[in-house]
């Protein structure tokens, strides 16, 4: 793996620390903002693997699996996890809705799962990483 891809896929696995720091300090939606990110970055990550650019602003996570898939790359470790989920918690973490602060949106059950599918998202990345070839 060259050092670009790499960076991103570091930096993937230094937002889930954060997220998961986040969560065990009551800070639900930052932690669920940060889980999208490093499932952002490790796909990205991937697709600079492949020689190609990553979208430079995209938090659609399927968008950017598809971009994966039509490269190639074998995404099924990826199609039962909920990203889309994930997708929408990279704006609703950050922005208020209506009179409705993200701090209070989350709860810690959805908070979780969020990191745990980012934990997910980066084992298939450092998975892929590790096949022959």
Known sequence: MNAR???WLAQARSD???AQLACRNGFLAQACYFASQAAEKALKSALLELGL???PHTPVLGDLLQRLQVAG?????FQTLPLKALSRMAITSRYPIDATPPAELFDRAETEQAI?????VI???EA??????
Request: proline fraction near 11%.
């Open 5 to 7: 891809p790499q960076a």
């Open 16 to 18: 889930l620390d954060l």
């Open 53 to 55: 650019e990553a979208p």
């Open 73 to 77: 790359l074998d995404t099924a470790a």
């Open 116 to 120: 745990a599918v980012a934990a997910a």
């Open 123 to 125: 084992a298939a990345i």
């Open 128 to 133: 892929l990483d590790r096949q022959p070839g």
